[in-house]
């Protein structure tokens, strides 16, 4: 027997209509893909703001000299290694370069993580997207 439940949901006309358009322009198939998109999201933006341990990703535009020069980058990292997974480093131009950075842990450190990288000299950017609640370490 499947696990899968149906449900009715009661919706103003033109709240549904301006759904729809969304959807479709995102390329789902049907409402109960959206709907489930929709709710995952809301699940893991809730695990994040209660504490949970997450994964996520850190996006950040710098100067070249912000990561040659200050040294404090590369420090914070070392700091905190265990939250990272893995990391890659791309120049976007001459003045640019992007670093985008899985992590794992406690929501509460990765965002004290982002606070402290997006304080730095020469940080253009900082940007820290939450993708899954995960469990519990054991």
């Known amino acids: 027997m499947s696990d899968l439940v149906r449900f009715g949901v009661a919706m103003d006309r033109a709240l549904l209509g301006e759904f729809d358009q969304r959807i479709a322009a995102r390329g789902y198939e049907n409402r109960s893909e959206a709907l489930r998109d929709l709710i995952r999201a809301d699940l893991t933006r809730a695990a994040f703001e209660g504490g949970a341990r997450v994964a996520a990703t850190l996006t950040v535009v710098c100067t070249p000299a912000a990561r040659e020069s200050s040294g404090r980058l590369s420090e ?3 700091d905190r290694a265990p939250l ?15 670093q985008v950075t899985a992590l794992r842990g406690r929501a509460s450190d990765l965002a004290a993580m982002a606070g402290q990288i997006a304080g730095i000299k020469g940080v253009l950017s900082c940007e820290l997207s939450v993708a899954a609640p995960l469990p519990e370490a054991g």
């Open 76 to 78: 914070i990292e070392r």
């Open 84 to 98: 990272i997974v893995a990391s890659l480093v791309v120049p976007l131009d001459r003045e640019r370069t992007m």
